[in-house]
DNA sequence: TTGCTTGCAAAGGGTTTGCATAGGA
DNA sequence: TCCTATGCAAACCCTTTGCAAGCAA
């Protein structure tokens, strides 16, 4: 695959590994910027970019904004739509929507994703603290 | 609901109205000028904006981009890879989902989207040219 | 008249790119 | 040595915002 190595593309996917947090780009900056103090954004989306490209890691997008998995095999996606946390959702993927999606259109079809959303435990406890004091 | 009235206004709900095709605001906004050539970028995002506050029309997310569904019923989305074309997909949505994502998590679950990804026909067919000329 | 809505321009957030330098193989 | 990877800064795309003027109620 030609990809020579460096120490930022290393910390950078040791990062990525690090958490099931499906962290964003800024995440990852901000992360490794205290393991290498002069590491800049765009060498961080460099390798981000790369590394999905390879395929050792995926790039998902949520909400608008680009963010990276470690885990390669098929899942689906819950996000919080309070504080924007992204997590996977333990279910066994749906085999039978790309079959029955290939007989509903006349495109050739290459995969899916599902996304629920909801609000986490976290900003759930702290919804229910602030209307307490309504 | 305190919406004024606006000829902008009505002109952005027509032309997000007039297709079936989930249009980005760039879309909308070029769309726009040939009937109110002053019309700016602006206006048009504030609009399609409010209008999904109101529960007039729905945005949706896709490929990092901001699209406008006037389809208000819950249903899923199928997007060409090559071209970005985000289409309904006509299948009954999985009710399970959500409350097999409810026992998965501590989320609170509010919702949830699908997107098939494939090839539009029109893609299909820009493909298989290319590949006899190679 | 009142205050929501507009056009314009500028700013904002996330992401990408050009370029000269640094550094693996 | 050769060529990929880096840091920096600027550019890019999509979207939002501040403001004075316009216009519906």
């Not at 490794?32 to 800049?40: E, F």
């Amino acid at each position: 695959m030609s990809m020579r190595q460096s120490r930022q593309r290393d910390v950078v996917l040791e990062l990525v590994r690090s958490t099931m947090d499906h962290p964003t780009a800024n995440w990852v900056y901000r992360q490794a910027r205290r393991r290498l103090p002069r590491i800049s954004l765009a060498t961080v989306y460099r390798n981000l970019k790369r590394l999905a490209a390879e395929g050792v890691i995926r790039e998902v997008q949520s909400a608008g904004q680009a963010r990276f998995d470690c885990n390669l095999g098929r899942h689906y996606h819950i996000r919080c739509v309070s504080c924007g946390r992204l997590g996977d959702l333990p279910l066994s993927v749906d085999a039978r929507l790309e079959e029955q999606a290939g007989r509903a259109t006349s495109y050739r079809i290459l995969g899916h994703e599902v996304e629920v959303h909801g609000l986490c435990p976290l900003c759930q406890s702290r919804d229910d603290a602030s209307h307490q004091n309504q």
